[in-house]
């Protein structure tokens, strides 16, 4: 999962294929000496979350699409769970710098762990953003300063609120004709398809009542009532979905 609410998460074991992920042996004896002591700490902090792991590639289709190639652009990632996809995202489209973001801490160190063992150079030190809170308390960010603003299962595992913050803070921050991406299970018109879908969105509302798989069609009217409108939905693996929205060019 992306965001931080009802992720499963296991801890990187010691020595994991980080060697060679991060590029451990080093140009200079003090730069082995350093990665000696810095690795348990790393090892320690990154979470690896499978499913990042399984939908990070096809996540990334998506986002190219969006983005001109090579044309520097900043991204927001909103709830960015482990980092994992920040990272990969960041690697593979060098022209983009990624500013990640979490709710929880264990999360942020995680991101910060990743950003550490990649050594990715356009990636920013993620910030402590609760999306239930008005996008003025989202770390100085600036209005219609990014490109793109990317939000992985977050919406059904977290309160209303926290989406509809996710749009308003949207409709502030992208710039005219940015667009919004979230990504996760969803109900079309009223249904949800196929039954494990169905089974998912149940255990979520057993968990908290206030969880479970959110409507295309409210989504659409947080949409028009934050000065955007929906553009595109894209079938993803495992009967995901990603939304795309575009702000308008005036709000």
């Not at 992208?174 to 667009?179: E, S, T, Y």
Request: hydrophobic share 40%; with cysteine.
């Amino acid at each position: 999962p992306g965001g931080s609410a009802g992720c499963r998460w296991s801890v990187l074991q010691p020595g994991e294929s980080l060697r060679r992920r991060v590029g451990a042996d080093g140009e200079t004896e003090t730069a082995r000496r350093l990665w000696r002591v810095w690795r348990p700490a790393l090892v320690r902090s990154m979470i690896v979350a499978p499913a990042a792991e399984r939908n990070k590639e096809p996540i990334l289709r998506v986002i190219r699409r969006q983005l001109k190639a090579a044309e520097p652009a900043l991204a927001l990632e909103l709830a960015s769970g482990s980092g994992q996809h920040t990272v990969h995202f960041a690697q593979a489209m060098p022209t983009v710098v990624w500013q990640p973001s979490e709710l929880e801490q264990r999360s942020l160190e995680s991101i910060s762990a990743y950003i550490a063992a990649t050594r990715v150079e356009n990636v920013k030190q993620p910030l402590n953003i609760d999306c239930a809170q008005s996008w003025e308390h989202w770390g100085g960010l600036q209005p219609n300063t990014f490109d793109l603003i990317l939000n992985i299962n977050m919406i059904h595992i977290s309160e209303m609120k926290c989406t509809k913050g996710l749009f308003k803070g949207a409709s502030q921050l992208l710039k005219p004709n940015a667009v919004l991406i979230t990504y996760g299970p969803y109900a079309i018109n009223g249904t949800i398809t196929p039954q494990s879908n169905v089974d998912f969105d149940l255990s979520l509302r057993q968990r908290n009542p206030s969880w479970g798989l959110r409507d295309v069609s409210i989504l659409q009217k947080l949409a028009e009532e934050n000065g955007m409108t929906f553009k595109q939905m894209v079938d993803m693996p495992a009967n995901n979905k990603c939304l795309i929205f575009q702000k308008r060019s005036s709000i």
